[in-house]
């Protein structure tokens, strides 16, 4: 039976086909997996070029500069200010104060040895007293030469004396009256000894001579302090003391800008030392005289409020204004460029940069402070943003940025 045979050589072709899809199933799988993991890639934006932009920080900005006249830079300085020196010169054998003590006026800030001078007062004032003694003696002597001096007169009115006699106690008297005044005057003499010797006693003593904190220690213990401080190894000051109420920012304005500036005109300052600090002011005084060299005007600028951290020296900067700052102007405000907002469907949004890709993030708005919009949330300062995005720019978009 040849069919039969024939019929057992022939191959089954469904058979086959169902083999192959299967040995291939794996090969489509994993090509569709490529493909949407492609997909993906493509969609956050890693396989697609990277878009330069140009990127800026979110800052802060104070509601006072939309109405700052003019800016001027300068320093802190103490009005009265002091380099203690002593009177006379000596060795310095005490000093109770070191930089940042506030000192009262009046008190001591150093001593000098003064074994000397304290002798020459014990001895002005032992001779002082020598003095009222021997006053006292001749007061008494003259209380009785006074005596006998009316009863001989009476006696030689009545004839009972001599003239001679009489003439004795008058002497008497008169001697023991000038006696008295030499004695009144040596107490003076004595007295005014002894104030001189409590005067040099003072000037081993050197006081703070206002109400000031000590800004420079400049002598030590076993130095020689001499008033000029010529000679070799001798110091002149022994402290500098500035008194802190005192303290005004001086600023150097030009004179084609002086007619910006009056006095009592508001005012605020920063201080480079304390840069998240904005501090209330006003033009105290205009000096009236001009520096020919730098062809500016001296203004000085005095601090509404007192401030422990504000110290002489500190480098300041000045924005007299057109008004007052206002409570609510006096806190800052996050801003941005207005470029840097787009609106997409009535919303307003910005890119925030992340990990070199571009984060779509919706913002809310308020009022225009000069060149710059008001962000009330959304965003916060310090934050990293496109400065102009593209209106074709998407939120996930792989960013690269630009080089200034």
């Known amino acids: 039976m040849p069919d039969d045979g024939l019929s057992k050589l022939k191959i089954e072709k469904s058979a086959s086909a169902e083999r192959k899809l299967k040995q291939k199933r794996p090969f489509y799988i994993a090509v569709i997996i490529i493909v949407i993991i492609l997909s993906g890639l493509f969609a956050k934006g890693v396989l697609t070029p990277a878009v330069e932009v140009e990127v800026t920080n979110v800052g802060a900005i104070y509601p006072s500069q939309t109405f700052t006249l003019l800016n001027a830079s300068g320093y802190v300085v103490a009005q009265r200010k002091a380099a203690v020196a002593s009177k006379v010169t000596g060795r310095l054998v005490s000093i109770s104060v070191e930089e940042g003590n506030r000192v009262k006026k009046g008190d001591i800030i150093a001593r000098l040895e003064n074994e000397d001078v304290s002798a020459s007062k014990e001895q002005a004032e032992a001779n002082l007293k020598v003095g009222r003694a021997n006053l006292d003696q001749a007061k008494a002597e003259l209380q009785d030469a006074t005596l006998n001096y009316r009863r001989q007169k009476e006696l030689l009115e009545k004839g009972f004396i001599s003239k001679?006699?009489?003439?004795?106690?008058?002497?008497?008297?008169?001697?023991?009256?000038?006696?008295?005044?030499?004695?009144?005057?040596?107490?003076?003499?004595?007295?005014?000894?002894?104030?001189?010797?409590?005067?040099?006693?003072?000037?081993?003593?050197?006081?703070?001579?206002?109400?000031?904190?000590?800004?420079?220690?400049?002598?030590?213990?076993?130095?020689?302090?001499?008033?000029?401080?010529?000679?070799?190894?001798?110091?002149?000051?022994?402290?500098?003391?500035?008194?802190?109420?005192?303290?005004?920012?001086?600023?150097?304005?030009?004179?084609?800008?002086?007619q910006k500036v009056k006095l009592g005109q508001p005012c605020e300052i920063q201080l480079d030392a304390l840069p998240e600090s904005r501090f209330r002011g006003e033009v105290h005084m205009i000096v009236p005289t001009a520096d020919r060299t730098k062809a500016t005007f001296l203004v000085k600028v005095r601090f509404a409020e007192k401030d422990i951290r504000i110290l002489p020296e500190m480098s300041a900067r000045v924005a007299f204004l057109q008004r007052p700052v206002t409570p609510e102007e006096q806190k800052p405000r996050t801003a941005v460029n207005p470029s840097s907002i787009i609106n997409r469907g009535n919303k307003n949004i910005v890119f925030v940069v992340k990990d070199n890709h571009a984060v779509e993030t919706l913002v809310k708005t308020g009022e225009r402070l000069g060149d710059m919009i008001e962000v009330t949330e959304g965003i916060k300062q310090g934050d990293r943003i496109i400065a102009k995005p593209s209106e074709k720019l998407k939120n996930g978009a792989r960013i690269k940025i630009a080089e200034k």
Do not use: H
């Open 164 to 258: 001679l006699e009489y003439d004795a106690s008058e002497t008497r008297y008169k001697k023991a009256d000038a006696a008295v005044a030499g004695a009144e005057a040596a107490v003076k003499a004595d007295a005014a000894a002894l104030r001189s010797a409590d005067v040099f006693l003072e000037y081993t003593l050197i006081r703070a001579p206002f109400d000031a904190v000590v800004l420079t220690k400049n002598a030590d213990i076993g130095d020689i302090v001499t008033p000029l401080g010529a000679a070799a190894n001798a110091k002149a000051a022994v402290v500098t003391i500035a008194d802190m109420s005192s303290l005004l920012v001086e600023v150097d304005v030009s004179e084609s800008n002086l």
